[in-house]
């Protein structure tokens, strides 16, 4: 039996004793496979995970030297090796229950669903056993490693879930008293969650603690409106409601499906007020009903900010919408880096950055952990398909997914364009993806195989067109023809960059990608 184990210090065991693994950049090599476990990672993924742009003249070298490493401390000679090589890249194949990450994915799924059907002690005890996994803080020791931050950033978060489904299990089960203490020390790490915030009052107003509760409340409300200069989710205005009239129905029987978190948020990042009339009715679309619409507009530090968030609020509100949209202006000296924390904040699963050109905002990408997609807004002929690109690449992936979810919403054609080389084409890998949309998705794709012109014609057409960025985009930029479709596309063209967490679109509770990404799960 062996183990590997990446929530703490990476380890492996094998019928329960250490395996040694020496150097640095071989453990390394092994935490970017295991996060990536069952799936190829190709060299040059493997090469900007470790070094991001600056890679040493000896870096494929080093790479092959700590996989040989790695082999010899965990294949042993066995007729099945684990670690294996394919014209996709290193694959390293983990059983179902032998990596912890996975353990604990599966428990905190299961303890989501326990708890969603009323089983709320079994929720408690799947919650307990996935937090009990943890031997420490995540992958501590690559912190400078360039793949670790958001790594680290997706198992924190994973983390903080399975504490509040635990929480919320012990209020739901009579520990409200309890659940208090805990859901103070819970607001206090992570204090713009409005799911905590929910709970905290609610699991107060349970105590018998009804003045604290609308304490609670009203101090959150305060706290939005001095520091964002917005109002709290509506489903925090609704306990308030109720816990002034003594509902009846917020006793221990009460569950926490309608509270804010229980569904994320699509997040659009605009430059001016301006970009707002023809960006909000494509994330509309991708927003659809299971997801709140927020807008919010980064602005010099220095800026007018009451302003600024008018001029917003206005621009927003002379978009018709059948559905509300949240919207705030905040002061901000780096984009990037406050970005990630608003999307952590409001529990984003797609952000949506305007551009204006072919530049690639690396802070942004680099940065945020969820779902990105760089949109520059154009003008969609009606009736026009939308188009995605695909090569196969995990990026690909979410332009895919993307693509598909604005077609079906908008009730017009999707394509799914491949290119031809050297006399073989891409027919065969777009069957694969062609089949994955229909499967879990619903929707039929066109598929289209051709020439970088026959893109730029469709693009020239006004057609919506999704590309994912390329595997070596920070050290290579957009290429050539991603360039050529910005400068040339006459309607809307989005630039795909597939995060670390959630599928950006998949329902609240799924915890990893769509399974076709899976490998035998």
Known sequence: MVEFRVLGPLEILSDGRTVELAGSRTRAVLAVLLLHANRPVSMDRLIDDLWGASPPPRARGMVHNAVSAIRRAIDGGDDAPRLVRSPAGYQLRVAVDELDLSRFERLVASAEERLSAGDSDGARARAEEAIGLWRGEALAEFAFEPFASPAVGRLEELRALAEELRVSALAESGGAAEAVADLRSLVAARPWSERLRYLLALALYRCGRQADALAELRSWRQSLDDQLGIEPAPEIRVLEQRILQHDSALGSDATTAGSPGS?????????????????????????????????????????DLGGAAGQLSGAVASVPCERPVRSSAFRSGEVGEDLRRLARDLEAALVVHIIDGAAVPHDALDLVECDVALLRPGRRSEGRAVVAAFGGTDHDWLA???AAVAAARMGVPMKLFGGARSGADASRVLAVASVAVQRFLGVAVEPVVGGAETLLEEAASGAMMVLGLSGRWRSEGLGSVRAHVLEQGAGPVMLARRGLGPSALAPPAALTRFTWSLDGA
């Not at 990042?269 to 494509?282: C, G, H, R, Y």
């Not at 679309?285 to 807008?295: P, Q, S, Y």
């Open 263 to 303: 569904r994320r948020s699509v997040l659009l990042s605009v430059q001016a007020a301006a970009d707002v009339a023809t960006a909000l009715p494509l994330c509309t679309v991708l927003a659809g009903e299971d997801h709140e619409l927020v807008v919010v507009q980064p602005v010099p530090i220095h800026a």
């Open 400 to 402: 895919i997914e993307l």
